[in-house]
């Protein structure tokens, strides 16, 4: 089955800095890769997604981008913000079929005034 | 739009006893998840139910987990003769047809202490 991997799991920066998390995973057929955020008592939500037919995605000043022969994608922040201190998580789905998704164990970024 | 609900929210019972978690999806949503999340880790795949059936149940852990889903909207979960293991935060999405590379939307997920 499908494995992914998180680094780092941890992060700190100053507001306005940027943040980088970054994810492998294995199964060379996965072709969707979503990104959520989760605050303390809450559940995932979705922050950004990107398909396997394109390697970059930008959403304001989230981006994501993808590398399918290194089979790894990542998440881009910039200027950070306080609130964006939360859990990061991202996933992937090989399943064309429907999309049960495989989850890396997750990085919390803390944003510093 | 009402998004997806989980009741309860908070759920403690002893080792041995029999709980049910409920999950409400977004209105129309033919697809339906569970995911299990421990504390410190992502979200593991328990069941895909897609209408009213069971399309992937290879996530749960054992046989003590079951999960229903009659009418095709809400779906409940049952765990019979809990551990301490089963400890964790309960969490349901949804998707509008079950297709893959769709988004799933969460709920707030019920956490589970077993005590």
């Known amino acids: 089955g499908e494995n992914v991997e998180q680094h780092p799991s941890t992060l700190s920066v100053q507001e306005g800095d940027s943040a980088v998390i970054k994810c492998t995973y294995s199964?060379?057929?996965?072709?969707?890769f979503p990104w959520y955020k989760q605050e303390l008592g809450k559940g995932p939500q979705l922050i950004i997604d990107i398909r396997s037919n394109v390697g970059e995605k930008k959403d304001q000043r989230i981006a994501v981008t993808l590398n399918k022969t290194a089979k790894h994608f990542s998440l881009h922040i910039t200027e950070t913000q306080p609130e964006d201190s939360a859990v990061y998580f991202c996933?992937?789905?090989?399943?064309?079929?429907?999309?049960?998704?495989?989850f890396g164990k997750g990085t919390m970024l803390l944003v510093s005034p | 739009g009402a998004g997806v609900s989980q009741t309860p929210s908070n759920k403690v019972t002893e080792k041995g006893k029999y709980v049910e978690l409920r999950c409400d999806p977004i209105?129309?949503?033919?697809?339906l998840y569970w995911y299990r999340q421990s504390l410190g880790q992502g979200p593991e795949f328990l069941i895909y139910?897609?209408?009213?059936?069971?399309?992937?149940d290879s996530g749960l852990p054992n046989d003590r987990f079951f999960a229903v889903r009659p009418e095709g909207s809400v779906s409940t979960l049952k765990i019979q003769r809990t551990e301490r293991g089963d400890s964790a935060v309960y969490l349901c999405a949804s998707s509008p047809g079950g297709g893959g590379r769709e988004t799933q939307y969460f709920g707030p997920g019920t956490r589970l202490l077993v005590l």
């Open positions: 209105s129309g949503h033919t697809a």
């Open positions: 996933a992937a789905t090989s399943n064309s079929g429907y999309s049960t998704l495989t």
């Open positions: 139910f897609q209408g009213t059936g069971a399309a992937d």
């Open positions: 199964d060379s057929a996965s072709n969707y």
